[in-house]
């Protein structure tokens, strides 16, 4: 089948019956290959030794293939898969095969590397390459889009039969009671946690490596079947329901684990995503650079810290928890008034620089405030340690608790907090970014200068885009002060090792999505889990953490959740395509053409 500059053939020129029948054979060689010994000894972590059991990265391809075979037997017909792939295309099949491909030969490849050679394979090991290599040549050999635009570049060319093309009309699904439509939202959001709770919980750095792969190539293969756009109607059309799902389904993870390890790093993932998403309101709204934006943290960190009633404290007054978080979110504020103030009437990179100084300057103040440099405030470089741990309506929140036969930690409190702070966030931003004071601030971001001309008071508007920037990130500022127990000035730096930091947090709302909810929030948990899990690979951690982040903006530049109109920025020759010239019947009126 051939379409304006695509056409549908295979990259191998394989019989398409023959092809379908060799992958299948593949996917199920693959699978039963992971039941099998992959090396003989148990150096390699997560024990791939044992015959008849599947462990560690084994499991990853199991579950790969498994996908694979799923889609291959949808692609031969059979009755009630057909739900799986309702664009029809064979592209998700290819996706699934890479995706399991990639899988194994990391495990293949780093058990070599990591052991000495390949002589410390087992045959398991050897046949589940082959036989994934195997799948994947002969998807390679089923109808697949083809770009045949002379202009496009090689790598384009190259490239569409794994990334595809944007689906067409997607079959029609059959009709669904509402609570059917539910039930299916629901269970999205729990195969979501379960996903998500397994992925951060991993034990190695190996396997989370394979984890990223496989579900990176699970996600595209999704999206390329039209699954996601199904799952996006229901959930535009029960929002209420999938706001409620989605927060029951972070609700629940806490009861997912059984140390507090990963639930510390949950806690530390939602401060630094509802930091990022108030970082959104001045970047992703109003178009405001600002490079200084984790110091409005430690304002609200350092505020908390000042009035918890440690005894590091050089006041001697313990807040409530709500008095401190109100006394920390307005300190905030009224720094980001005092530095907005004076210096919102600068645009782009002045501005940029500005907020750059501002940040720094913070970090040295905090420093400098020991009883030697400058009055004895924050103890300088030692910090506010010895921060005690919160107590709300009798409700310890440094003890454990024993909630429906599940003992959770301290950290699971703090969690649900944060959790309650982040909703929070999400509301304002989402009520801001809808009124009238939002769509003044896109205004803003798009072309000030015709914004002013149409009325709109841009100094009036900026200032409280960066105050309300400023508030948030006081505000969650306040928690982490209890979470960390200590703060100090070089907990808020411009760029670090491991965030929060002001180049993280800029990073978290660009690639997640400027201007959108759930990006900054998933750009914050990727730029957070990452380099946490990535400490395995010691000097070469930030080179590979590069590498991905160069590759996300090379096929993803508007962020991985976009609206709508950054994706018409970033790919505007997909929406600009001008029809053929057609000669209109004679004796049609009421069409001129103007003269030069």
Do not use: C
């Not at 990639?102 to 002589?119: K, P, Y």
């Not at 709770?197 to 792969?213: D, K, M, Q, R, S």
């Not at 100094?459 to 400023?470: D, E, Q």
Request: proline share 5%; no cysteine; glycine share 12%.
């Amino acid at each position: 089948m051939t379409t304006t500059n695509h056409e549908t053939t295979p990259v191998i020129p394989l019989p398409e019956a023959g092809a379908r029948l060799t992958l299948a054979v593949g996917a199920i060689a693959t699978l039963a290959s992971t039941f099998l010994s992959w090396t003989y000894t148990t150096d390699f972590p997560g024990d791939l030794t044992v015959t008849g059991y599947p462990g560690g990265l084994q499991v990853l391809t199991l579950v790969g293939a498994a996908l694979t075979l799923l889609y291959a037997a949808a692609g031969f017909g059979i009755r009630g898969l057909g739900w799986l792939n309702p664009a029809g295309s064979n592209t998700p099949l290819l996706l699934m095969a890479l995706g399991t491909f990639a899988t194994t030969w990391f495990t293949v490849i780093a058990i070599a590397a990591e052991l000495g050679g390949i002589v410390n394979l087992d045959p398991g090991g050897f046949i589940a390459a082959a036989a994934s290599l195997i799948a994947l040549l002969a998807a390679l050999g089923l109808p697949l889009p083809r770009d045949t635009d002379p202009t496009s570049t090689g790598f384009a060319r190259a490239t569409t039969p794994i990334l595809g093309t944007a689906h067409g009309r997607l079959k029609q699904p059959k009709a669904l009671n509402s609570w059917a439509e539910i039930g299916i939202i629901i269970v999205a959001f729990a195969l979501g946690l379960f996903v998500a709770a397994y992925g951060i919980a991993t034990p190695y750095g190996e396997l989370f490596v394979g984890f990223l792969i496989l579900a990176g190539f699970a996600l595209g293969a999704l999206a390329r079947a039209g699954l996601t756009t199904r799952l996006k109607a229901l959930t535009t059309k029960h929002r209420q329901v999938t706001v409620g799902a989605a927060f029951a389904a972070a609700a629940v993870f806490p009861f997912t684990q059984k140390t507090d390890e990963f639930t510390l790093l949950a806690v530390s993932i939602l401060i630094f995503a509802t930091v990022a998403l108030g970082l959104n309101v001045v970047v992703g709204l109003a178009g405001l650079l600002d490079l200084g934006y984790v110091a409005f943290l430690g304002v609200g960190a350092y505020t908390a810290a000042l009035v918890s009633g440690t005894t590091a404290s050089t006041f001697d007054v313990k807040f409530p928890f709500w008095a401190a978080a109100l006394t920390g979110a307005a300190a905030s504020l009224i720094f980001g008034v005092l530095i907005g103030a004076p210096t919102l009437r600068l645009r782009g990179d002045y501005l940029a620089i500005v907020t750059l100084g501002f940040g720094e300057i913070f970090r040295i103040a905090m420093g400098n405030l020991d009883g030697t440099s400058g009055p004895n405030i924050t103890n300088g470089p030692n910090g506010i340690p010895n921060i005690p741990d919160l107590k709300i309506l009798g409700y310890d929140f440094g003890a454990e608790h024993t909630i429906l036969g599940f003992t959770l930690g301290s950290y699971a409190n703090y969690f649900w907090l944060m959790l309650l702070v982040t909703a929070l966030v999400v509301t304002i931003f989402a009520r801001a970014g809808n009124s009238r004071i939002g769509r003044a601030w896109v205004a803003i971001r798009e072309d000030e200068t015709a914004a002013t001309a149409m009325g709109i008071n841009g100094f009036r508007v900026k200032l409280i885009a960066f105050a309300l920037g400023a508030t948030l990130a006081g505000l969650a500022g306040t928690v982490q002060a209890h979470v960390q127990h200590t703060v100090v000035p070089e907990m808020y730096v411009f760029a670090g090792p491991v965030p929060p930091s002001s180049a993280f947090l800029l990073a978290a709302v660009i690639l997640g999505g400027m201007g959108t909810i759930t990006g900054p929030l998933l750009g914050a948990t990727l730029l957070y889990v990452i380099p946490t899990k990535l400490q395995f690979l010691n000097d070469y951690q930030l080179l590979f953490f590069g590498i991905a982040l160069v590759l996300l903006m090379r096929f993803r530049p508007e962020g991985i959740v976009a609206n709508k109109r950054q994706q018409l920025e970033y790919h505007e020759t997909d929406q600009l395509a001008v029809p053929e010239d057609t000669t209109l019947p004679e004796g049609t009126v009421g069409v001129s053409k103007a003269g030069a």
